[in-house]
């Protein structure tokens, strides 16, 4: 599930929020509840089949959203929609209690969502005839495509939904070629490398976004190489 930050919070959370309800999950590492209740989270968010989306957010490294949330003990979840806080619940509740929180957000399960859920490409392929723009099927389909080589398809699947962390992993990975993430020493020589073109060259600036993407906010580097981009272009 996606890491959500004070940079991103804007655009993964409440703007995303306009197109599919979100659930925040404001946790940290040191706290027993959070490690509890962030499974259970996980999997009943995955179970609406795109319907709902999950943002985690460390609350130790981020703290314009928890003071924005004015967060007195965590766990705290909120429900996003529409921009809006529109439910809530703070601390660690069982999985059937979790459950009937995040049902109330998602809309009645649809024949394409119970394909989507099943995971395997002719599954996916059919939900899509069904609904050709059911955000879970096109992602998962999206990565699966990725996997074998197929990126044009996989870019021209994920131009039917609107952005998402998950939605710009799979392109980056897609326009990467589908090589996966480099081994880290790898990657921090790539990244350097690009590094001092990104100002004049657009390539190179597409490129190191993508690597940015794949690694994902949860990379403790994601926020230094985000830093010295920014310091380079600007």
Partial sequence: MPAVTDATFQRDVLERSKSVPVVVDLWAE??????????ILE??????GGKVELAKVDVD?????????????????????EGKVVDSFIGALPEPAVREFVNRLAPAQSEADRLAAKGDEASLRQALELQPDHPGAVVALAELLVGRGDTEEALALLARVPESPESRRVAALARLGGDGAPAADDLDARLQG????????????????????????????????????????Y
């Fill in 30 to 39: 040191w706290c027993g509840p959070c490690r509890t209740l962030g499974p």
């Fill in 43 to 48: 999997k009943v968010v995955a179970e609406t």
């Fill in 61 to 81: 490294a981020n703290p314009g959203v928890s003071a924005a949330f004015q967060v007195q003990s965590i766990p705290a979840v909120y429900a996003i929609a």
């Fill in 194 to 233: 690009l590094l001092d073109r990104v100002k004049d060259d657009e390539a190179a600036r597409r490129e190191y976004v993508d690597l940015l993407e794949m690694m994902g906010a949860d990379d403790p580097r994601t926020p230094q190489y985000r830093r010295a981009l920014a310091s380079r272009l």
